[in-house]
């Protein structure tokens, strides 16, 4: 077995081992509770700021958008507006299309070999598909959570939220028990898309031989922060009202631990917590690396203006002028020819 995922699935149970042991076991609530979310919360908002701000001061004098298109030119050429940006408001069209639709993702292809030596290429449909569903689950779960720190609750969550549970269990009351809490889709749907992309990232040789630990640990975190939450919502019973009393703490800065949540709760808080102080220094960071990625949020108009490097420094340049003059007489001899001959006292 790769030892890559089997480092970081040991690593997830390790975690879930410790959260267990310490709540159920040792019975440290207020460590798991408080000071976990707490710490996790500071490191998240300072290694999100730093690292934002350590790329927004790195020097970008030259136009490098990544263009897949015809640059604007001549009137008569069609140029490629969104794939070869020529000013601010379609690279503001391109960066949407680009961080709501994955474009570049779903303009992406693979080849592969055939019979006799030959190649072909193939739309990669299933990972922009798979993409597409886990962060658009993921940003709604987020969302959906909001609840839990809100009140009262702002209408527009409300609204996502009953959205979110259209299809209720109540559908289907011949097969299950009337009144069970409604099927959230974004979690259901989170969970199969993350589950996706890690057996792709397991089987596929290509994906697999470039992958690291780094790679899997924050899926596999994942898939255990969403089957915590399913478990909760629908095989053990948690005092929702107890967990909103204490979320309510956590925002206000005046925590208190409630009485009758299970250990699952402080597993799954833990698990959150572990995803949010490694969210900084990890390829998670993507989510605010796109803004600032000159590649996708500059224009390509360097045919229309100049871009000039601000940090160029004086340097002393050696002139063809002052070249001749000292090697004049050695270039004369060599036969090589030169601007002015050699002029003789007197002469």
């Known amino acids: ?160 939220e009953s959205l979110d549970s259209f299809f209720r269990l109540e559908f289907f009351a011949d097969f299950v028990q009337v009144g069970l809490p409604g099927v959230f889709i974004s979690g259901i749907v989170l969970l199969a898309a993350v589950i996706y992309l890690l057996l792709r990232r397991m089987l596929i040789p290509q994906v697999n031989y470039v992958s690291l630990a780094a790679d899997y640990f924050p899926l596999f975190l994942i898939i255990a922060i969403a089957v915590s939450g399913i478990m909760m919502r629908y095989f053990t019973k948690v005092d929702i009202v107890g967990i909103k009393e204490f979320t309510m703490g956590l925002v206000t800065f005046h925590p208190k631990i409630p009485e009758g949540v299970g250990s699952v709760f402080y597993i799954h808080i833990f698990f959150v917590s572990v995803l949010l102080a490694y969210f900084p220094f990890s390829k998670l960071m993507h989510l605010a690396g796109i803004f600032m990625s000159p590649t996708r949020n500059l224009a390509n108009n360097s045919r229309v203006k100049r871009h000039v490097n601000p940090w160029n420094y004086p340097v002393k340049v050696h002139t063809y002028e002052e070249y001749e003059d000292d090697f004049r007489e050695k270039m004369i001899e060599a036969g090589l020819p030169v601007e002015k001959e050699l002029t003789t006292n007197g002469g």
Not at 136 to 155: K, M
């Open 1 to 160: 077995m790769n030892s890559k995922y089997m480092f970081s699935l040991a690593a997830v149970i390790v975690l879930f081992l410790l959260a267990y042991i310490g709540v159920a076991g040792i019975g440290l609530y207020g460590f798991f509770g408080i000071f976990i979310p707490y710490a996790a919360a500071f490191i998240f908002a300072v290694g999100v700021v730093y690292r934002v701000v350590d790329w927004a001061q790195s020097p970008v004098p030259f136009r490098i958008p990544s263009t897949c298109g015809q640059q604007k030119s001549l009137p008569w050429i069609k140029p490629a507006s969104f794939d070869n940006p020529a000013c601010n408001g379609t690279v503001l069209i391109r960066m949407i299309l680009e961080i709501v639709l994955f474009r570049s993702l779903f303009r992406n292809m693979r080849f592969h070999f055939n019979k006799g030596n030959k190649f072909s290429y193939e739309w990669e449909k299933w990972l922009w598909l798979g993409a597409l569903a886990f962060h658009w689950a993921f940003f709604v779960v987020v969302i959906r959570h909001l609840r839990f720190f809100t009140e009262p609750v702002p209408v527009c969550i409300q609204w996502l």
